[in-house]
């Protein structure tokens, strides 16, 4: 897949015309057109902002891009393939990613790696609004475990609390504009 397939088809995912995509990104009809057919492309903050109208996330998207047929793994991949897909996020991960992952699979936080895993899963499966309730309750309860010195695993990787702050601004912004997803600017706090 290369980023001309990616706008076209999250575009026609998202029901939208090349002229209301032109309209909303305050852009030329030819300009929409020259992307999705690959004679010119759009800078990277002109692409998440295509996908923000579009209330998608990038993610599966741009991976696809990057690691060709590797991208978006999901439960319809053979083991081999579901295998590389590892392999490839783990190479692109930065290492705040790899610390954290590292942290839900074998920190010292008491839950079963599996458990967490489960959790996150169903988290992700309930809507945007859900997702930055539950996010703010577990902001709270994080800031007042701090500030009492109660962290199950203090010496542990703590997780980035302005990023998280503004991924939950985002998370209610998308919820006001109906959307089911968010992007944090990779030039945004955190």
Known sequence: M???????ISRAIGGKS??????????????????EK??????IKQAL?????LGQSPIP????????????????????TLKKSLTNLIDVLPEEGMRQLMFLLYGD?????????????????TPMKDRVTNGTVILKNYDMATRQNKLTA??????NREF?????????????????????????KG
């Open 49 to 53: 902002e295509w996908f923000r109208v």
């Open 164 to 188: 998280l702050v503004h991924a939950i601004e985002l998370g209610e912004t998308a919820v006001v504009n109906c959307t089911n997803a968010y992007v944090v600017d990779i030039n945004s």
């Open 2 to 8: 290369n980023i001309n397939d990616a706008l076209r």
């Open 154 to 159: 203090p010496d542990g990787i703590q997780p």
């Open 61 to 80: 998207y741009l991976f696809q891009v990057v690691h060709g047929d590797m991208g978006g793994a999901s439960g319809e991949k053979d083991i081999d």
């Open 109 to 125: 936080h008491g839950s079963s790696p599996r458990a967490v895993m489960n959790m996150v899963t169903a988290h992700l499966q």
């Open 38 to 43: 690959g004679t010119s492309e759009p800078t």
């Open 18 to 35: 090349q002229e209301y995509m032109a309209l909303e990104l305050q852009i030329a009809r030819k300009t929409v057109q020259n992307w």
